[in-house]
């Protein structure tokens, strides 16, 4: 993995307004307006502060994770993998410097969210608590990052855009990060347990409700991460037979 390149690409996508509007401005407000609207109530058993602030922090950064992925087909169309092939850079790192970009763009929505939960809205949790939530719910994004890629391989640079915002918004609405699950008909809320948003924001709220860290919430991304790895490496080798 080459650090310089790896920087180059932090800069690049720091510097659209697009990462700061939908990574984190609009979790961000989301989350201001949502912890208003339900002031003292309690939510699946912990405040519901607490887990509007978890959940909007895990929409935050699995959008910031899908899109850094999705940028991959506008670099498809620009020729700027075909370019990399060119150089000393392995295409394993190639893969895996946008898996940690993806890790490193996620951690400003989790940190602005819950920085909005202590300073503004009087969250008050021991730095272990803290630690837990924070910590899973960051390393919980690597599926979406490898779920960015798959998207940024298969479509082209005219479409990926629009397929990774419908991938984050679907995973948010029906993954219970928007609406929670025991609010949902109980359709739904089979159908929320299935996705991989779900058990993301599992790891996030779940040490706010005092549980720790859940087991089968890490379980479960280790799966996704495995299958959606799967389609993500077809969808790679399909891309290079053809270039």
């Not at 082209?156 to 629009?162: G, V």
């Not at 859940?214 to 379980?219: E, S």
């Not at 799966?223 to 399909?238: K, P």
Request: glycine share 10%.
């Amino acid at each position: 993995m080459n650090a310089r390149y790896t920087m180059l690409e932090i800069r690049r996508i720091l510097r659209q307004p697009r990462f700061f509007l939908f990574g984190v401005g609009i979790p961000a407000v989301m989350f201001t307006l949502l912890a208003s609207l339900y002031g003292s109530a309690n939510m699946g058993g912990i405040a519901a502060v607490k887990s509007t602030m978890a959940s909007m922090a895990a929409f935050g950064a699995m959008t910031a994770a899908i899109n850094v992925g999705g940028r991959v087909a506008n670099e498809r169309a620009t020729g700027w993998n075909r370019l990399l092939r060119l150089t000393p850079l392995k295409p394993y790192a190639y893969v895996a410097t946008k898996l940690l970009v993806a890790l490193m763009i996620a951690l400003p929505a989790i940190l602005v969210v819950y920085g909005l939960g202590a300073f503004v809205f009087g969250v008050h949790l021991p730095l272990t608590v803290w630690l837990q939530s924070s910590i899973g719910l960051w390393l919980g994004t690597i599926p979406f990052g490898v779920l960015g890629l798959f998207v940024g391989y298969l479509a082209t640079a005219d479409t990926s855009a629009m397929i990774s915002s419908a991938v984050f918004l679907c995973l948010s609405m029906f993954g219970g990060l928007w609406f929670p699950v025991q609010y949902m008909p109980s359709f739904m809320a089979v159908i929320a347990k299935l996705t991989p948003s779900y058990w993301l924001g599992e790891l996030a709220r779940d040490p706010l409700a005092a549980a720790g860290v859940n087991l089968q919430a890490v379980g479960t991304m280790l799966v996704w991460t495995v299958v959606i790895g799967v389609f993500a490496m077809w969808a790679y080798r399909r891309d290079t037979s053809r270039a």
